[in-house]
């Protein structure tokens, strides 16, 4: 699943590359509107949904048009807040439909948006935790594993081991631009760690980790390491700046989600879907 879409995001940020990304940011908000849209109309009761809606809003003019009378009030209120239980229920079949589509266009647009790309000439953390084969989730001091860099990218201190922790810490330098892969050898095992340099949107994997559905689900973009990796993880410090709203910085994830939403509503009716 995680190939695939990757595969798909991939190909779709390459026709958006030349675009700023709020730009693209936009667009992708807007196709996701659509698509909810088109879910929404395919797996709701759009009829119930439609009545439900009207009968809310007949409470809500009850409550002005009897605002003396106390009992009509309290009568129109409750029938509002029952009705707004039943749309809630009616709404929850598309949400659950969804569900796990969004996880997985989130954490593919978090590999896009959610961080910066590494600047030549400047330091950054490499973390792993390391790991003995046959171990799969160790305690205490292991030996670490070698760490071994393409000429673009300067290892500029020894490993750093943490006392009393399998965690250890590498500070590298990027000198040039582009793609490249760290290797950690311990023996015969070996493990990669993909490292992007470059300040254009494109695909960046703060962790690679070890097999688990949640941790494939949340950092798609590499495959898990194997039971035989000399480390279980692998963390590259990526900054996470946010994206640039008319000099405002804001979490990609809220720009996503406000543009979505706003492009729901303002295309529902258009679409003739009920929300």
Do not use: C
Not at 89 to 100: E, F, G, K, N, T
Not at 160 to 183: H, K, N, Y
Not at 194 to 216: E, K
Not at 219 to 240: F, G, I, M, R, T
């Amino acid at each position: 699943m995680n190939a695939a879409a990757t595969w798909t995001f991939d190909a779709v940020f390459a026709l958006l590359a030349a675009l700023p990304p709020l730009a693209s940011l936009v667009l992708i908000s807007l196709v996701t509107a659509v698509v909810m849209l088109l879910v929404v109309a395919r797996t709701s009761d759009q009829a119930r949904m439609a009545a439900t809606k009207r009968a809310m809003h007949a409470g809500l003019f009850e409550i002005r048009l009897f605002n003396d009378d106390l009992v009509a009030i309290l009568r129109a209120v409750g029938d509002v807040l029952w009705q707004n239980a039943r749309y809630l229920r009616l709404s929850l079949v598309p949400l659950l439909w969804m569900a796990i589509p969004l996880v997985i266009v989130i954490a593919q647009l978090q590999a896009f948006y959610g961080y910066a790309g590494l600047v030549p000439g400047q330091p950054v953390l490499l973390k792993a935790e390391v790991r003995q084969q046959g171990s799969p989730r160790p305690s205490g001091s292991t030996a670490a594993p070698v760490l071994e860099a393409p000429p673009e990218i300067r290892i500029e201190t020894s490993a750093v081991q943490l006392a009393g922790s399998s965690e250890v810490l590498w500070r590298i330098v990027p000198l040039s631009a582009g793609d490249f892969s760290l290797t950690f050898r311990s023996g015969d095992r070996t493990a990669t760690k993909t490292v992007h340099v470059s300040d254009a949107v494109a695909r960046r994997s703060p962790l690679r980790v070890s097999p688990g559905l949640v941790d494939q689900l949340l950092y798609p973009s590499e495959p898990p390491l194997d039971d035989n990796a000399p480390v279980a993880s692998v963390a590259l410090a990526y900054p996470e700046p946010g994206v640039d709203v008319f000099g405002l910085r804001v979490h990609w994830l809220i720009v996503f989600m406000v543009l979505s939403m706003a492009g729901a509503f303002a295309l529902a009716k258009r679409l003739g879907v009920t929300l």
